[in-house]
């Protein structure tokens, strides 16, 4: 079995730091993108960021300059570095990992179970 732990969320006042980390671990063969997500009460979930493979990245609008993800893929770890942070950056943040399991079998979306990012002051 495939699971992805995300770590680091909690409370935070507007204008600060916040860092979260995902590690995914079990019965992986490869990683393809990784990524974080969030969703806000009674709003869809919404891509924040991906990484790939190769290190190439992709922002939400609404976090480019102030968000950075990075990945150690020898950890099967992604990170989030979330600096000055916005009330409307509140929300439940979700780990995502493309993998496979086997080498034959189908790549498939994976999800964490989610981490709290409160910014209120």
């Known amino acids: 079995q495939v699971q992805l732990v995300e770590s680091g969320g909690g409370r935070v006042q507007p204008g600060g730091s916040l860092s979260l980390s995902c590690a995914a671990s079990?019965?992986?063969?490869?990683?393809?993108?990784m990524g974080w997500y969030r969703q806000a009460p009674g709003k869809q979930r919404e891509l924040v960021a991906t990484i790939t493979t190769g290190g190439s990245t992709n922002y939400a609008d609404s976090v480019k300059g102030r968000f950075t993800i990075s990945r150690d893929s020898a950890k099967n770890t992604v990170y989030l570095q979330m600096n000055s942070l916005k009330p409307e950056d509140a929300a439940v943040y979700y780990c995502n990992a493309l993998l496979k399991v086997t080498f034959r079998g189908a790549r498939d979306y994976y999800w964490g179970q989610g981490t709290q990012v409160t910014v209120s002051s």
């Open positions: 079990g019965n992986i063969f490869s990683i393809y993108h």
